[in-house]
């Protein structure tokens, strides 16, 4: 097997590549209606700021503006396209995997750098819902690419810079406050160890000030509308209240905090990462921010993940390099990375009989049950989706409440002060949909339930009240769409 010469490799190579493989494992997904519920969210938060209203005050969500924001500029300049969506999603991803490959060339050698962002590539893009645009890969591009000017540049300018693009971070996906202030304390102790207080202290308020100027800046809108108390609570104060909701619990972090500790102790142990270096323990202590977030919200879905992933591989591929039977059989074990996208040869697969069946590359409910309401003259002006929802944005439409934006905000009492809808629990915001905004068209899920198992209130009214009021106008494929009875 030909061995490449990776000193060779330059920065723009490197992009290059990875935009290739990233490209190749995300391309089929460009044409599916939604790869997740959150990402929908996001499209239709976009279109509403396009459409002239600000975040939190047509419609709702639990995210910081930046994220809308990265939506919203798509959507704008491409119009309501998912190609241009994913796309961007994949540079996002390209990017990621570009600082890291860069921040490990601090630490060893451009071989290893380099497959740890290859790596960076896959497992931000595979597994899961990883394949659609989430606020996970807008916030971390931010976050790596702000960490490596700090390890690259001295110039007071470039700190600002960076402390913009950490700020811009924080605004994509608020836990990330977590490990820019873990971050914060470190340089500060830094500073003090070295004695750089001339030039140490200056970088450090320059950086803090880049990222207070950002995050300032996103509540401009508000305040010149006189909103600026909706920009605080939504932002800053839901997420606090939802980080105590009853459901979540720091018990449910304890597998991967326990599987994190174990690695960064053996290799402790065998001596197996340098942790006097610096940029180690930079890695070390942005990973242990990210993890305390994790804890603090008390949960840890996959896509969560995405947040870890840049700051962990490095020190992975560093232990692995060291592992001297991996050395030796390196190039057969890199033959698994032919059968690591098998998700994306399925869809590959799924696309092209999805041409030769319905004449199309778009596929999904998401896409078709909006194009049957079209087709046979349904109302779209009175709609209700408790599943794909993305089709309010393919139908021109908007939910009938703003805690219905995310279809699981109705069961999240806790936001609903937040967001200003005027009722005060999840039933009522139920029974408000359905029996005083009497949607002409709802649509659910063949095989699941309107609502999870934890809301077992919501489904016992919502059941019979559809047996009653609604007939099932069609199913498209698990898509079920009911129509209001006279």
């Not at 394949?131 to 490596?148: A, D, K, R, T």
């Not at 909103?227 to 800053?236: A, E, L, P, Y």
């Not at 070390?284 to 879905?301: D, E, R």
Request: aromatic share 16%.
């Amino acid at each position: 097997m030909v061995t490449p010469n990776y000193q060779k490799l330059n920065w723009k190579t490197v992009l290059l590549l990875l935009f290739i493989v990233a490209f190749f494992i995300r391309f089929p997904f460009f044409f599916r209606d939604y790869i997740d519920r959150d990402e929908s969210t996001f499209i239709i938060m976009g279109q509403s700021w396009v459409d002239g209203f600000l975040p939190y005050t047509n419609l709702w969500d639990l995210k910081p503006p930046i994220t809308f924001l990265f939506f919203a500029v798509i959507i704008k300049i491409f119009g309501k396209s998912f190609i241009a969506i994913r796309f961007f999603g994949t540079l996002l991803v390209a990017l990621t995997a570009l600082f890291t490959y860069l921040i490990g060339l601090r630490i060893t050698s451009k071989k290893v750098s380099f497959w740890s962002a290859i790596g960076c590539v896959c497992l931000v893009s595979l597994f899961g819902s990883l394949q659609g645009v989430m606020s996970e890969h807008i916030s971390v591009v931010f976050f790596v690419s702000g960490l490596c000017i700090l390890l690259y540049k001295k110039h007071f300018t470039w700190h600002f810079i960076a402390g913009v693009l950490l700020g811009l971070s924080i605004m994509s996906k608020l836990n990330m406050a977590y490990p820019f202030l873990t971050l914060g304390i470190y340089l500060v102790w830094s500073i003090i160890k070295h004695k750089e207080y001339t030039n140490g202290i200056p970088r450090l308020l320059v950086m803090g000030i880049g990222a207070v100027v950002l995050i300032s800046l996103t509540a401009l809108p508000y305040y010149s509308e006189g909103k600026f108390h909706t920009w605080w609570t939504s932002i800053f104060e839901a997420p606090i209240a939802y980080s105590k909701s009853k459901y979540h619990s720091p018990l449910k972090t304890l597998p991967f905090l326990l599987l994190a500790l174990s690695f960064f102790y053996i290799t402790f142990k065998k001596k197996m990462l340098d942790y006097r270096l610096p940029t180690v323990q930079v890695l070390l202590i942005v990973f242990s921010g990210v993890m305390f977030s994790f804890i603090q919200a008390g949960k840890v879905n996959g896509h969560y993940l995405i947040q870890v992933y840049p700051f962990i591989l490095v020190p992975i591929g560093v232990a692995i390099s060291k592992i001297p039977e991996i050395k030796k059989k390196y190039q057969p074990l890199l033959l698994i990375l032919v059968f690591v996208p098998i998700e994306s040869y399925l869809e590959y697969m799924n696309i092209v009989s999805n041409k030769i069946e319905k004449g199309t590359f778009y596929n999904g409910e998401g896409i078709e049950v909006p194009q049957y309401i079209i087709d046979n003259g349904l109302d779209k002006e009175s709609l209700f989706f408790t599943e794909y929802h993305i089709g309010y944005w393919m139908l021109d439409a908007i939910p009938p409440t703003v805690a219905s934006t995310h279809p699981s905000n109705i069961t999240r009492e806790e936001l609903f002060p937040y967001m200003k809808n005027g009722r005060g629990t999840s039933i009522e915001e139920l029974k408000y949909i359905l029996e005083e905004v009497q949607p002409r068209i709802l649509v659910a899920r063949k095989g699941r339930r309107i609502f999870d198992k934890k809301s077992d209130d919501l489904n016992a009214y919502i059941e019979p009240f559809l047996e009653e009021h609604y007939i099932l106008k069609e199913t498209i494929g698990r898509g079920l769409i009911y129509q209001r009875l006279e």
